[in-house]
């Protein structure tokens, strides 16, 4: 490999009780390769390609793949605990697949992970901040919170300045540093072809957003973090452009 960021991965340790059920979700708008999930990019040539695979690994953790290979744990270092802000209830992943079943999926937008961290960013994503802004399309939330995203885009791109941030870039990638609570958390945001009133109504247990019309339904899970779906009424356009202004160079 060359020093492009070619893959991005999380890797979750295989749980017989969770697993298969949890490989359901993903039969639209991903390929499905026995344990692993990989997310279709809205253009054949973006790169990094995404995927969540099931491993023997002990824990959870995202791997970085260019010429080097960085791995992060997903995992709580700050020492300390700290409750969520939020009122949410978890279900259990068969639960949800009962639901979810019923929605039509439209692709996704983004997926990620959140790592706590009560004192600035976290010390771990600034690293990835200065290896990454040079092997890929990496930007920070243009309203200064700490919510980086890493676009796809072509191998050409990532060595050029001006990008047409007007194409479609999904899924994208989103690394945040996070001070709500001492909970990791892995994100998947989905489109789905549904009113936001209704799947309120059909995720009453989760965290629904008025603002931006998604809600985060949190699973049970063996790992001891938060794997939420945010299930977003299906936009009429990507939303790319808004980090026009915001490239980590």
Wanted: net charge negative.
């Amino acid at each position: 490999m060359n020093g492009i960021l070619q893959e991005i991965t999380i890797d979750l340790p295989y749980n017989p009780n969770f697993t298969p059920h949890f490989l359901s979700l993903f039969a639209t708008g991903t390929a499905l390769k026995l344990k692993t999930i990989q997310f279709i990019p809205s253009n054949p040539q973006y790169i990094p390609k995404l995927a969540i695979e099931h491993s023997t690994k002990d824990l959870p953790c995202v791997s970085f793949f260019m010429e080097r290979t960085i791995t992060i744990p997903i995992q709580n270092k700050t020492g300390k605990t700290k409750p969520s802000p939020h009122k949410y209830k978890h279900i259990s992943v068969k639960e949800f697949a009962k639901r979810y079943a019923n929605l039509e999926v439209m692709g996704y937008d983004h997926i990620g992970f959140n790592l706590p961290w009560f004192q600035g960013i976290h010390p771990e994503i600034l690293k990835l901040r200065e290896v990454l802004k040079r092997s890929s399309l990496y930007y920070l939330f243009p309203s200064g919170e700490a919510w980086d995203f890493i676009l796809p885009g072509t191998a050409e791109e990532v060595n050029q300045s001006n990008i047409d941030l007007q194409q479609e870039r999904r899924p994208k990638f989103e690394i945040v540093s996070f001070e709500k609570c001492s909970t990791p958390l892995i994100q998947i945001e989905v489109l789905i072809n549904k009113d936001f009133k209704d799947l309120v109504a059909l995720f009453p247990e989760g965290i629904a957003v008025e603002e931006v019309k998604n809600v985060w339904v949190y699973l049970e899970n063996p790992y001891g973090i938060d794997i939420c779906f945010v299930l977003n009424e299906n936009p009429s356009s990507d939303w790319s452009q808004f980090f026009a202004e915001s490239r980590l160079q």
